[in-house]
Every structure is written in C-alpha cells, then in structure tokens.
C-alpha cells in the first residue's frame, strides 16, 4: 500500500529480518516498551500494525483518501514526539484511533468553513476512478464484483451524508468494529451518547441508503 510505505519511509524505521518476527510476536504494549526502551525499529511495527486500519477508518470519516494519508501521517508523527506520555494501563488501539478521530473532526471542521473544498471533496469521493475497491475478492463472478462495487460506493456516499457526530460513532462502530466502550473513549462522549448517536445514525443511514440500493 502505498500509505504504508510513505509512512514507513517517513520515518526510516521498516522492521527487518528477525526483527521484526520478534516485534510481530509481541502486544502492543510489549511494542510500545521496546521503542520506550530505545529500539527505534519498534515504532516500524506499529506502523504496520496500524497504518492502513487507521486510513480506511479516517478516508471514511473525511471522504477524501489523498487527505486522508496526510491525517494518517500526521497521527503518527503525533504518536512518534508523544509516546512516552501514553498511559501503558490503557489500550494503545483506543490512543492511536483517538489521535486519528480528532484530527478527522478537525479536518472536517475546516472543510465546513470552505464550501469549495467541501464541493471537491464530495466530487471526488463519487468518482469511482479514485474509490478503494476493498471489497473485492478474485474468486468472485464479474457480476458480483460489479454489484459489490456498486454496493460499496453507495454504502461510501450515505456514510458522507451523515452528520459529523454521527458518522464517526457510525464508522467506528459498524465500519470498524470498535466495541461502545472504546468509541466513548475515543470520542471522549459517556456510553449513553454513544448508544444514542449510533442509534440515530443508523436509522439516518438505513433511510439515506433505502433509495439508492432500491
């Protein structure tokens, strides 16, 4: 992916050889005390670990890949100076998305104050030249790719007509998998806005998609 690599050769630390079996074997925590304890090689395997969950999770949230990897990147160079502030009693996976999360609402902020970025944004979001195509799998039939694709996009472009609040808890969630504890963590919300957000954008999303997948 080419995410991955720009990341990776961002910061000159790409696990090699035993290395990184070693680092591959390890928890988050056990990875986070390496680079902790001076191995800069260490920092390459969380980058593998979370470089392309942490681009499909913002792409998502802010509809514009190319953004999106500079958001990728720039949470990691945030985790890079700040690492040694993370409280190791916590999951890594909830520091890292939070990071992630706010800088996504941040974005999202700014490109509201700009309709003309906002318009490109969702211009190119639609066009299906510059789409992930994440769902597909070689063992499908032609019309099922083509089904698939079509579903994905459709499943893209409702997600964008979410508003902010929603659409983050939404993709977390349903997108994502992150358990309700973990987004009211990364969100910085209480469990009951959390149920209550998801509650509503799921109803705002299934009545979004109804008429496009009709």
């Known amino acids: 992916m080419f995410a991955e690599k720009k990341t990776h050769d961002a910061f000159g630390v790409i696990p090699a050889g035993d290395t990184r079996k070693e680092l591959a074997s390890l928890g988050d925590s056990e990875v986070v005390q390496k680079f902790l304890d001076g191995e800069e090689r260490a920092f390459g395997e969380l980058v ?24 990728v990147q720039e949470t990691f160079v945030r985790v890079y100076r700040h690492l040694h502030r993370f409280d190791q009693s916590k999951k890594f996976s909830t520091w890292i998305y939070t990071i992630a999360g706010n800088l996504a609402k941040n974005e999202l ?5 700009n309709p003309l970025v906002l318009f490109q944004a969702i211009k190119k979001n639609w066009d299906a030249d510059h789409r992930p195509l994440e769902w597909e799998d070689e063992a ?24 902010e609040h929603h659409r983050i ?46």
């Open 140 to 163: 499908y039939k032609p019309d099922d790719l083509f089904r698939k694709r079509h579903l994905k996009e459709k499943v893209d472009e409702a997600v964008q007509q979410l508003p």
């Open 48 to 71: 593998r670990r979370y470089d392309s969950r942490l681009l499909n999770f913002v792409y998502r949230t802010v509809g514009d890949r190319e953004r999106a990897q500079d958001l």
């Open 109 to 113: 902020r700014n490109r509201s104050r």
């Open 169 to 214: 808890v939404f993709v977390l969630r349903e997108l994502e998998g992150r358990t309700y504890e973990e987004i009211a963590e990364i969100t910085d919300t209480n469990l009951g806005t959390v149920k209550s957000r998801l509650n509503r954008a799921r109803n705002n999303f299934a009545r979004i998609i109804a008429p496009m997948v009709d």
